[in-house]
T-cell receptor, first 113, second 113 residues
Framework: QQQVKQSPQSLIVQKGGISIINCAYENTAFDYFPWYQQFPGKGPALLIAIRPDVSEKKEGRFTISFNKSAKQFSLHIMDSQPGDSATYFCAASRKYNFNKFYFGSGTKLNVKP | SQTIHQWPATLVQPVGSPLSLECTVEGTSNPNLYWYRQAAGRGLQLLFYSVGIGQISSEVPQNLSASRPQDRQFILSSKKLLLSDSGFYLC????????????FGSGTRLTVV
């Protein structure tokens, strides 16, 4: 059973637009929800993360919205730039489950100039 | 600060040859260590994780094995490579307890020919 479901698989956004990527999870014991950004040929890098005690976290142009009751969280990229073109992975983890992460399947974002 | 090193960056190996990929972590002790594989354009598949020296958990049956001979060293091996072993291999680490965070290495591109 897939623990974290991510959509869409790919996304094309015009420069300056808003990119939105959604994830849903099953296990209510998850207590850490990070987003990773991966450029071609590189390892994923932590972009932003949220704990379930808050509904939103913003860092620059990147915002996580978290809906605990719906077991969903999303990444919003405001004023999307061509340099944001990458693959984005959401993930979920339980702190005391050896920090094993359950990753979504990834979203390939292409921001057109 | 903590750093993770993974090598080699690229590798081309013939079918049936052995494999050894190495990952080391600096600046921390008793990290949780992980090996992931990423097929082209696909998501992240957890292969192995380790919570201590000599402690290896396998997530999927396959042609690969992992070992942790030292606290901060994690090795991915195969006795005989298959074509299907081609992919992008990523090592990652996380704190053993009391903290979140999951840091990936730069990856190894393995092509089996």
């Amino acid at each position: 059973q897939q623990q974290v479901k991510q959509s869409p698989q790919s996304l094309i956004v015009q420069k300056g637009g808003i990119s939105i990527i959604n994830c849903a999870y099953e296990n209510t014991a998850f207590d850490y929800f990070p987003w990773y950004q991966q450029f071609p040929g590189k390892g994923p890098a932590l972009l932003i993360a949220i704990r379930p005690d808050v509904s939103e976290k913003k860092e620059g142009r990147f915002t996580i919205s978290f809906n605990k009751s719906a077991k969903q969280f999303s990444l919003h990229i405001m004023d999307s730039q061509p340099g944001d073109s990458a693959t984005y992975f959401c993930a979920a983890s339980r702190k005391y489950n050896f920090n094993k992460f359950y990753f979504g399947s990834g979203t390939k974002l292409n921001v057109k100039p | 600060s903590q750093t993770i090193h993974q090598w080699p960056a690229t590798l081309v190996q013939p079918v049936g040859s052995p494999l050894s990929l190495e990952c080391t972590v600096e600046g921390t002790s008793n990290p949780n260590l992980y090996w992931y594989r990423q097929a082209a354009g696909r998501g992240l598949q957890l292969l192995f994780y380790s919570v201590g020296i000599g402690q290896i958990s396998s997530e999927v049956p396959q042609n690969l094995s992992a070992s942790r001979p030292q606290d901060r060293q994690f090795i991915l091996s195969s006795k005989k490579l298959l074509l299907s072993d081609s992919g992008f291999y990523l090592c990652a680490w996380s704190p053993d307890r009391g903290g979140y965070g999951y840091t990936f290495g730069s990856g190894t591109r393995l092509t089996v020919v």
